[in-house]
């Protein structure tokens, strides 16, 4: 048997995170817990926690901690997180979510911190190509020639463009995140658990880097 991965992936915006996390999920079967995906789920449902959110992600900028620490604290005591694992992708986002996690986390420590690393330069333009589908998440990239309304190969779902993938809202998750994420990467290098990965080559090769990567954070222990 496959033993499961207790994972964090730290990386800009665009970084193909999104990507890379499904597929870690399907390798090492633990779930992909996308804080953005439960943000977003809880907008189309329209509950409160939805109607606060949507203001805030469509200006770009952050949920406050302690919600967010809220969410991930319940979804982690989840049978299939505590049994096998998960790879999270969005958060930590900020030094106190950090801690938090720290403590959720203290029983069963994180394997491995990994830093998707892609220059900024080289995101923009992948962000503003970039199309999801509304249902399951997946990322497509626009290249002008598609038919619309453009459906999901994999689930039947719209494929739109996201409502924060504007140019405006772009440049203020990238500046948030140069303030409030980039911290992290040195709070997790000063831990010894962080693994700073090159994001700039071909999915399959990014995909290797990661596996390789976790192999050997998982020895390190
Ligand atoms: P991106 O990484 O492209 O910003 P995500 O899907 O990870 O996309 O997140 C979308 C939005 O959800 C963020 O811009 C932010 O408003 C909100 N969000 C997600 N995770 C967190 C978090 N851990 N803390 C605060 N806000 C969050
Ligand atoms: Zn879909």
Redesign the pocket.
């Known amino acids: 048997m496959i033993p499961g991965a207790r994972l964090i992936l730290l990386g ?3 970084a193909g ?2 990507t890379q996390c499904v597929r870690l999920s399907r390798h090492f079967v633990v779930p992909h817990i ?7 789920a809880a907008v189309r449902e329209g509950t409160e926690l939805g109607v606060m ?1 949507k203001r ?2 469509d ?7 302690e ?2 620490v809220g969410l ?1 604290r319940e979804r982690l005591s989840q049978p299939d997180a505590v049994g096998r694992g998960y790879i999270l ?6 030094v106190p ?1 950090a801690m938090a996690l720290d403590d959720i986390s203290a029983d069963r420590p994180i394997d491995v911190v990994i830093d998707l690393d892609v220059p900024r330069d080289m995101v923009l333009s992948r ?1 503003s190509a970039r199309r999801v589908c509304r249902d399951c998440g997946t990322n497509y990239v626009a290249t002008g020639a598609e038919t619309l309304p453009w459906i999901c190969e994999v689930c039947g779902g719209d494929v739109m463009q ?1 409502d ?2 504007t140019p405006e ?2 440049t203020h ?1 990238l500046d ?2 140069e303030e409030q994420t980039e911290p992290l990467i040195e709070y997790y290098r000063l831990q010894g658990r962080l693994a700073v990965i090159d994001g700039v080559a071909p999915p399959n090769e990014v995909f290797k880097r990661l596996t390789l990567a976790v192999e050997s954070g998982r020895r390190a222990g």
Not at 59 to 65: F, K, R, W
Request: charged share 30%; proline share 2%.
């Open positions: 800009r915006q665009g995170k999104g996308s804080t953005g995906d439960m943000l977003r959110a805030v992600m200006e770009g900028g952050l949920v406050g901690d919600i967010m991930v992708d969005g958060f930590p986002r900020t979510q962000l996201r924060d993938d809202a772009i998750r948030l995140y």
